[in-house]
Each structure stands twice: as C-alpha cells, then as structure tokens.
C-alpha cells in the first residue's frame, strides 16, 4: 500500500520548493548511475518504468537501486537493475539514517557517477551527498503533477537521452513466478482473469463490496460466462476476499497474503483487467501493463492515478468536496464513489478494453 498525503499535507500540492540539480555534461555516458527511492511500496514500484526507459536508452551503463527492505522484493526481480541495496529501520527516520551509513562504505566503492535521487528526504539526501557524483537530481515531492511524471522530470533534468514518457511495461526476470500459485489455486488460462481489488484504506477510498459483486455479475452476463475474479495483495484483504467468493461462488480465486509483491507483480501480468481502489496494486498493475480501472474516492488524482494509454481513473476532482483526503465522508455517504453504479463501471471498463 501507497503511503499517501495526509489532509494536511494538502497544502503543499503546488508549493515552490528549490530543487538541486547537477546535469551530465560529458561527451560519453555514465559508467554507473544509483537511483534511489525508499518509500513506499506503490511509490517504489511508480519508479520502476521509468528506470528502466533510461536503462534501454543507456546500454553500457549499469544502474543500481537503493530501496528500504521491505519494498526491495520487486526491484530485485527485475531485469533493469544490476545490484540492488537495502536499508532497514522499519518506519523509524532514526533508525533508516543508521542503516544508510552502515551501507555508505559499500556504497562509495561503487564510484556512482550519477545519483538520481527520487525520494528526496534526509536520508537519501545525505546518501547522494556523501557519494560526491559528478552529475545528480532530485525528485520534486510537491509539484501538482503525479509522482509518475515528476519521476520522469527528475530523470530527464539530468540531461541524458530521453526517456520520452518513461511509460513501459517493466520486465520481470523469472516469467514464471507465481503461475503455479495461481495454478493451484483454480485459474483456468482459458476464462478471463479480473481482478477485483477493494484495497481502499479507509471508507472514503471504498466501493461498497456489494458494489464489486454486482460489477462481477454483470460482467458474467454480458462479457465473458465463464470469467474468474482474482483477489491480490495483503493478508487484510482475505476477508473481503472471502466476501466475494461467498456471494460469487468457486468464480473467486483468493490470494490474499498468499503471495510475495513480485509473485503478485507477475500474476497481474496474466490478467485482462484489474478493477481497483488508491493502492500499491494499483500501481503495480498499471506499471506491469495491464489494462486499470482506478475508482477514487477522496485520493488525489493529480499525485496518484495511474497513467499510459491502458489506464481509466473514475476520481472526485469534479466535486466541489472532492479529493479530500479525509477519511470519514462529512456527508456520510461516500458520495464521490457511491455516485459510481456497477453498470456504469462495467461500461467503463467495456470501453477501456474496447469490447
């Protein structure tokens, strides 16, 4: 799950913040370049892409990630990094700036010639710092932009070639991990795969469950009978999971806490769709490839929709109380999502996929 602004963090989208920036100047490209993101899982994975765009614009350089180690599982299963380092500490700032410096001699034997600093807080900052590169960036945490771009923009101000938009679909070293999983769980390759994804991690960020049974149904009836309905993520989820299966029968297919994040990453790579609420899933699956439909309650679209041509968000930034990132609705009603019948996100969907 994506660590997203509280309200009162708010303020800040659009707030003028002085970046440093040190473009690279010389003629051949960099032998070594360390980018770095600690936080959070979805925020980690929306960096990804774009990475590796610019590891497929620079062939002969080798591009290293610094991550903390819970949110290490999927950059380490991908193909665009050459090492991927660690830092622990859990949540404690404390204790990740100890576990930064204990890395720093490992570090700077690396001899980074560029530091792309994509998380932007005390501890990458002193990391960069400490490395003395020739050429650096750092990632703008505020801009009205989402991270996704402002990712791309920090890479871009390095001047290297240009990743364009940086929105590719990542590639996975192992193509088989977590198929047996979703083999023995039920999946017939045969039959659609939806997932359904109610992650949302307050009620503003919620469809009604009920709401997803009925979307199910109705995607049964008029776009594919034999469809099976895929449950991801975290081990809070397998009780609506459950939900699911007891209203939708054996269709439903939970793997909640059954899977590692890159386990995860490369079953939504076999799915048609994944219908989904503000998430880390959310994010892996639109940087895996695969076609998403985001429902957003009070999250903020500007920062956290997902993007590329294969991605639709149904936000409430047409509301005059919309996107306020509160958790309990003033209304009482969750509005800005209830507002959004199951037959119009099946609609939503149908165009989305063109069927």
């Excluded at 998380?119 to 020739?134: D, E, T």
């Excluded at 409430?316 to 958790?327: K, N, T, V, Y």
Aim: net charge positive; glycine share 8%; aromatic share 6%.
């Amino acid at each position: 799950m994506t660590n997203r602004p509280s309200a009162s963090q708010k303020s800040n989208v659009g707030r003028s913040e002085p970046l440093a920036c040190r473009p690279w100047k010389a003629a051949l490209p960099p032998q070594k370049i360390l980018a770095i993101r600690l936080q959070a899982l979805g925020d980690t994975v929306i960096t990804l892409p774009y990475l590796q765009s610019l590891n497929a614009r620079l062939p002969s350089t080798e591009i290293d990630f610094l991550t903390r180690e819970e949110f290490a599982d999927i950059p380490k299963n991908l193909t665009t990094f050459r090492h991927v380092y660690m830092i622990g500490g859990g949540q404690s700032p404390a204790l990740q700036l100890a576990s930064a410096v204990r890395l720093l001699p490992r570090l700077r034997a690396e001899g980074y010639d560029v530091v792309l600093d994509l998380q932007r807080n005390r501890v990458s900052r002193l990391v960069g710092f400490l490395l003395s590169p020739k050429s650096f960036a750092e990632f703008d945490r505020f801009s009205p932009a989402t991270a996704g771009e402002r990712t791309r923009r920090a890479i871009e101000s390095l001047r290297l070639p240009s990743i364009g938009d940086g929105i590719v679909a990542v590639s996975v070293k192992d193509g088989l991990r977590g198929e047996r999983i979703l083999k023995d769980a039920g999946a017939d390759e045969s039959n659609d795969l939806i997932v359904l994804n109610p992650a949302g991690s307050f009620v503003t960020k919620s469809w009604p469950l009920g709401n997803y049974v009925r979307f199910a149904q109705l995607w049964r009836e008029g776009v594919s009978a034999d469809a099976q309905f895929l449950i991801l993520g975290l081990e809070s989820l397998a009780p609506k999971g459950n939900f699911l299966r007891e209203h939708l029968g054996k269709g439903v297919i939970n793997l909640a806490g059954k899977t590692s994040a890159s386990e995860a990453l490369n079953i939504l790579r076999k799915t048609r769709l994944v219908l989904t609420e503000d998430s880390g899933l959310m994010h892996m699956a639109w940087v895996a490839g695969v076609p998403t439909l985001a429902l957003f309650g009070s999250s903020l679209s500007a920062w956290s929709r997902p993007l590329g041509k294969a991605s639709t968000c149904l936000s409430s930034a047409d509301l005059e109380c919309g996107e306020c990132l509160e958790p309990i609705c003033k209304w009482g009603d969750v509005r800005c999502l209830t507002r959004y019948s199951p037959e119009f996100v099946v609609d939503q969907a149908r165009r989305l996929l063109r069927v």
